[in-house]
């Protein structure tokens, strides 16, 4: 069971794609980013599309950057949707259509491959845009967005999806 969690700003957003039309969005770097599969290293779990599996180092070395797994996998797998779809930037209520199914398509995937473990699917949203990042639960590391506190993001649209 799956559970989600939005602050204000994400819920008006979400309002704001129900009212608008969605067109088929069919780029060749989209369809990598929805195709894209998920690569297993060293108790990380990380995006195909944007890891290069043997530019890794053969083991997780925590820093001052990234101190932790948790850590590491928000940075190593968010993806910025204008990256992917240019013309985004200037509608950027697109971007957050797209995001949105790609959360679906995610989801699906990481539940499929990785069943017992868990992911926190998190995706911003504002006026630049969205951004989409996943990491695997670790009860030892903690959460890596607050929940309880998920209206105290003031800039941006934040929503979190328990998996």
């Known amino acids: 069971m ?10 008006r957003q979400l309002k704001e794609v129900e009212n608008t039309l ?9 369809q990598k980013l929805l195709s894209s599969e998920f690569i297993e290293w060293d108790g990380c779990v990380l995006l195909e ?11 997780f070395k925590p820093n001052e950057y990234y101190p932790d797994r948790t850590e590491y ?10 990256d992917y779809l240019p013309e ?9 259509v797209l995001a949105l199914k790609i959360l679906e398509v995610w989801e699906s995937k990481l539940m499929n491959s990785f069943p017992g473990l868990k992911f926190h ?8 845009g969205s951004v989409l990042r996943f990491h ?11 929940v309880d ?15």
């Open 88 to 96: 985004s930037e200037e509608c950027p209520l697109q971007s957050l």
């Open 2 to 11: 799956s559970k989600t969690f939005s602050n204000e700003i994400m819920r």
């Open 49 to 59: 599309a944007v890891n290069d599996e043997n530019a890794l180092d053969t083991h």
């Open 136 to 146: 695997k639960f670790r009860q030892e590391e903690g959460l890596w967005i607050n």
């Open 22 to 30: 969605h067109s088929e969005i069919s780029t060749v770097k989209v």
């Open 73 to 82: 996998e928000a940075f190593c797998n968010h993806i910025h949707i204008s």
């Open 149 to 163: 506190n998920i209206n105290g993001y003031t800039e941006q649209g934040i929503m979190l999806k328990e998996i």
């Open 121 to 128: 699917l998190i995706l911003s949203h504002d006026e630049f």
